[in-house]
T-cell receptor, first 114, second 113 residues
Framework: AQSVSQHNHHVILSEAASLELGCNYSYGGTVNLFWYVQYPGQHLQLLLK??????LVKGIKGFEAEFIKSKFSFNLRKPSVQWSDTAEYFC????????????FGRGTSLIVHP | DVKVTQSSRYLVKRTGEKVFLECVQDMDHENMFWYRQDPGLGLRLIYFSYDVKMKEKGDIPEGYSVSREKKERFSLILESASTNQTSMYLCASSTTAASSPLHFGNGTRLTVT
């Protein structure tokens, strides 16, 4: 069974700072990887996903993530955060050709100070 | 755009009550899921369903049951609510592809007193 580890549970940044949230998974086969975001009071929504091709994927609101297969990682990045990026971020993985049930990390709470 | 609608945003119930949480999706998705979300624990899968009348236990099914009589509707039932079931409950749906993302509802915050 796969598992997902998000190393940073709470991150506090000032506006314009760069962001990198770590996500590592454990699974030996081919995977699909997702980042979801939950803004305060809103539903969880997809930020970006990787399932094949270019390992650098771009999502909404200037976010990007890089899939590094050798490191089993899918870190989320943004060069310059805004106050409106304050949210909870979840990494998730599904196994290609296997169960479609995603395994989620525990989430990272990001607070951006104006 | 996919819409997943949970019938209640907030619920307050008493210990021992039977509680029904309803979820409806409008995109003809085969898969539906119930998660609970607790601070520091992330999302934990309670039950999922891959077809009408089909269900599978997730990681924490104890104290819960589900019903899927129609493709668009997936209900979570707390047979006898307890205080440790106070939580945020999230419903989600997806297609059968492993690369398909989940579409979430707004959540139901349940308080059991």
């Amino acid at each position: 069974a796969q598992s997902v580890s998000q190393h940073n549970h709470h991150v506090i940044l000032s506006e314009a700072a760069s962001l990198e949230l770590g996500c590592n998974y454990s699974y030996g086969g081919t995977v699909n990887l997702f980042w979801y975001v939950q803004y305060p009071g809103q539903h969880l929504q997809l930020l970006l996903k990787y399932f094949s091709g270019d390992p650098l994927v771009k999502g909404i609101k200037g976010f990007e993530a890089e899939f590094i297969k050798s490191k089993f990682s899918f870190n989320l990045r943004k060069p310059s955060v805004q106050w409106s990026d304050t949210a909870e971020y979840f990494c998730a993985v599904t196994a290609s050709g296997g169960s479609y049930i995603p395994t989620f990390g525990r989430g990272t709470s990001l607070i951006v100070h104006p | 755009d996919v819409k997943v609608t949970q019938s209640s945003r907030y619920l307050v119930k008493r210990t021992g009550e039977k509680v029904f949480l309803e979820c409806v999706q409008d995109m003809d998705h085969e898969n539906m899921f119930w998660y609970r979300q607790d601070p520091g624990l992330g999302l934990r899968l309670i039950y999922f369903s891959y077809d009408v009348k089909m269900k599978e236990k997730g990681d924490i099914p104890e104290g819960y049951s589900v019903s899927r009589e129609k493709k668009e509707r997936f209900s979570l039932i707390l047979e006898s609510a307890s205080t440790n079931q106070t939580s945020m409950y999230l419903c989600a749906s997806s297609t059968t592809a492993a690369s398909s993302p989940l579409h979430f509802g707004n959540g139901t915050r349940l308080t059991v007193t």
